[in-house]
């Protein structure tokens, strides 16, 4: 009997520390309200930078480099705080990618009237003294508002996240008393041309978030506490590799199914991990990890599939209600946490996230460490070396 008593103290141990699929997103339709599966309360504000050392976008030489960056972060949430809306007023590329023509027409309106269960606040209100920071980087044609859940999930659990809206490349940006810049299209011929500006983006935001954390009239006076992770999707996902590449004092970063043009001449020292979709695969770029690196493989998602967007185009065609695009966000959100705060406490042990592994989205994490030997590495994460290896002998 004793013996069933510890064995059952420890099953109820591991499944409290095992964080399961599919984390349960509540509706409120009295408040008009969705409430995100979130540690703890998190407020998000919006502010606008400039960078007067670097000039505006090729199509705007003559202006300073402008950029928004929304901020999501922990702090007391109270009934009396402005919510933070679930559909932005202005769409313009994602427009198209959300309301499709097999959208729903009806379940616009629903939806304009819903708010996440996130503080639109005024100014930031921090619940902690001293957070880990993480620059998030959207992919091209989307911006931060389009990331709100795996934002905010990630803030919730005790980080300050700084998400920027990389002007031009979003899909909107409207700097104070200014029209809105809308997205251009890449040369079809570079598609890494913009790398360089938004690797250069996110080292000016993280420069300006250390000003303002030095500054005792900022509202982030002391809120670092001196970790700083990096995190995108597609090609913020490939600046991030570019931006680790350049900045020492980033401790992490995460790549979500972002292809790094211009890989060759970059590697990076940091513990990285590439989060990818099932369909494409792009793992060239650990041949210049030279560090810890781990590949996540998440079955059935898509390129989209990190962001929103998927989850606004499944409400628009069938209403409000639980969807497993929804509960693979937040999957991925947690396992990105994870990796943060395993690396942000310097542990030397190799990463083993606590995330049930299930279907319609279940993932494999690979350990594609270069330190290791490769006969325990897994084929995908061998098979370009060892192109890369041919192509030098012969």
Same mark, same amino acid.
């Given at each position: 009997?004793?013996?069933?008593?510890?064995?059952?103290?420890?099953?109820?141990?591991?499944?409290?520390?095992?964080?399961?699929?599919?984390?349960? !997103?509540?509706?409120?339709?009295? !408040? =008009?309200?969705?409430?995100?599966?979130?540690? *703890?309360?998190? %407020?998000?504000?919006?502010?606008?930078?400039?960078?007067?050392? &670097?000039? %505006?976008?090729?199509?705007?030489?003559?202006?300073?480099?402008?950029?928004?960056?929304?901020?999501?972060?922990?702090?007391?949430? $109270?009934?009396?705080?402005?919510?933070?809306?679930? +559909?932005?007023? *202005?769409?313009? &590329?994602?427009?198209?990618?959300?309301?499709?023509?097999?959208?729903?027409?009806?379940?616009?309106?629903?939806?304009?009237?819903? @708010?996440?269960?996130?503080?639109?606040?005024?100014?930031?209100?921090?619940?902690?003294?001293?957070?880990?920071?993480?620059?998030?980087?959207?992919?091209?044609?989307?911006?931060?508002?389009?990331? $709100?859940?795996?934002?905010?999930?990630?803030?919730?659990? %005790?980080?300050?996240?700084?998400?920027? =809206?990389?002007?031009?490349?979003?899909?909107?940006?409207?700097?104070?008393?200014?029209?809105?810049?809308?997205?251009?299209?890449?040369?079809?011929?570079?598609?890494?041309?913009?790398?360089?500006?938004?690797?250069?983006?996110?080292?000016?935001?993280?420069?300006?978030?250390? *000003?303002?954390?030095?500054?005792?009239?900022?509202?982030?006076?002391?809120?670092?506490?001196?970790?700083?992770?990096? +995190?995108?999707?597609?090609?913020?996902?490939?600046?991030?590799?570019?931006?680790?590449?350049?900045?020492?004092?980033?401790?992490?970063?995460?790549?979500?199914? %972002?292809?790094?043009?211009?890989?060759?001449?970059? @590697?990076?020292?940091?513990?990285?991990?590439?989060?990818?979709?099932?369909?494409?695969?792009?793992?060239?770029?650990?041949?210049?990890?030279?560090?810890?690196?781990? +590949?996540?493989?998440?079955?059935?998602?898509?390129? /989209?599939?990190?962001?929103?967007?998927?989850? +606004?185009?499944?409400?628009?065609? =069938?209403?409000?209600?639980? @969807?497993?695009?929804?509960?693979?966000?937040?999957? /991925?959100?947690?396992?990105?946490?994870?990796?943060?705060?395993?690396?942000? =406490?310097?542990?030397?042990?190799?990463?083993?996230?606590?995330?049930?592994?299930?279907?319609?989205?279940?993932?494999?994490?690979?350990?594609?460490?270069?330190?290791?030997?490769?006969?325990?590495?897994?084929?995908?994460?061998?098979?370009?070396?060892?192109?890369?290896? $041919?192509?030098?002998?012969?």
């Amino acid at each position: 009997m004793p013996r069933l008593s510890i064995y059952l103290l420890f099953s109820l141990f591991c499944l409290l520390n095992t964080q399961p699929l599919f984390a349960q !997103l509540n509706i409120n339709h009295t !408040l =008009n309200r969705l409430i995100l599966p979130l540690e *703890q309360s998190v %407020g998000t504000h919006y502010m606008h930078f400039k960078d007067l050392n &670097r000039p %505006g976008h090729r199509t705007q030489p003559d202006t300073p480099r402008q950029l928004g960056v929304r901020f999501f972060y922990p702090t007391n949430l $109270t009934t009396s705080n402005q919510r933070l809306p679930l +559909l932005s007023n *202005q769409f313009s &590329r994602s427009h198209r990618l959300i309301y499709d023509t097999d959208a729903d027409i009806t379940h616009i309106a629903p939806l304009s009237a819903m @708010t996440w269960n996130i503080a639109a606040e005024s100014e930031i209100h921090l619940s902690h003294d001293a957070l880990p920071l993480i620059i998030f980087s959207h992919g091209y044609y989307l911006n931060p508002e389009l990331f $709100t859940i795996m934002a905010a999930h990630i803030a919730s659990q %005790g980080y300050l996240v700084a998400s920027i =809206n990389h002007s031009f490349g979003s899909d909107h940006y409207q700097p104070p008393n200014s029209k809105a810049l809308k997205t251009i299209e890449l040369p079809s011929d570079d598609l890494g041309i913009d790398l360089p500006m938004w690797s250069a983006d996110q080292r000016f935001v993280l420069a300006k978030i250390k *000003q303002m954390d030095q500054d005792p009239q900022s509202p982030l006076f002391n809120a670092l506490n001196g970790q700083v992770g990096i +995190l995108g999707h597609s090609y913020g996902g490939a600046a991030a590799f570019y931006t680790a590449a350049k900045t020492p004092e980033v401790t992490a970063i995460v790549n979500m199914d %972002g292809t790094v043009f211009g890989w060759q001449d970059i @590697t990076v020292t940091q513990p990285f991990m590439y989060v990818q979709a099932d369909e494409e695969y792009f793992s060239e770029i650990f041949i210049n990890v030279h560090n810890t690196g781990y +590949l996540a493989l998440f079955e059935s998602l898509n390129h /989209v599939s990190f962001s929103d967007i998927v989850v +606004l185009k499944d409400w628009l065609k =069938n209403g409000l209600k639980e @969807t497993p695009q929804f509960n693979a966000i937040i999957d /991925v959100a947690r396992l990105n946490a994870a990796f943060f705060e395993h690396h942000f =406490n310097h542990t030397e042990e190799t990463f083993v996230p606590a995330l049930e592994s299930k279907t319609p989205f279940s993932f494999k994490l690979s350990d594609c460490n270069p330190k290791h030997n490769d006969s325990a590495t897994p084929l995908r994460c061998l098979m370009h070396r060892i192109k890369h290896w $041919t192509q030098q002998l012969f």
